[in-house]
Nanobody, 122 residues
Framework: QVQLVESGGGLVQAGGSLRLSCTAVGRTFSSYNMGWFRQAPGKDKEFVAR????????YYAGSVKGRFTISRDNAKNTLYLQMNSLKPEDTAVYYC???????????????WGQGTQVTVSS
């Protein structure tokens, strides 16, 4: 089992940047594919980005491609999401997730963090 703790959320103006972190405690972080999801008020949780075990393969939702970068540091048991050129529509609670196979869907992940709020003002 692995526990995930997100941090780094906050309030930022449109066009600004934030970096989210997700620290894993428990079983070996490097044995999990990792992903970021987000949930805006009144909407379903949606896929944002994912990264392979070693970090060599990444994939992004079309709405964030070119603006967000997912990365991981297996030595520090930490996942990151660098968010640039933020837009008001990026406002949501952001969750990190861990799973054995990864993917773009909620069900591909077994473990979830508690979420961190990102608010982008116009």
């Amino acid at each position: 089992q692995v526990q995930l703790v997100e941090s780094g959320g906050g309030l930022v103006q449109a066009g600004g940047s934030l970096r989210l972190s997700c620290t894993a405690v428990g079983r070996t972080f490097s044995s999990y594919n990792m992903g970021w999801f987000r949930q805006a008020p009144g909407k379903d949780k949606e896929f944002v980005a994912r990264i392979s075990l070693s970090g060599g393969v990444t994939y992004y939702a079309g709405s964030v491609k070119g603006r967000f970068t997912i990365s991981r540091d297996n030595a520090k048991n930490t996942l990151y999401l660098q968010m640039n050129s933020l837009k008001p529509e990026d406002t949501a609670v952001y969750y990190c997730a861990a799973g054995p196979s990864g993917g773009n869907v909620y069900g591909a992940y077994n473990y979830w963090g508690q979420g961190t709020q990102v608010t982008v003002s116009s």
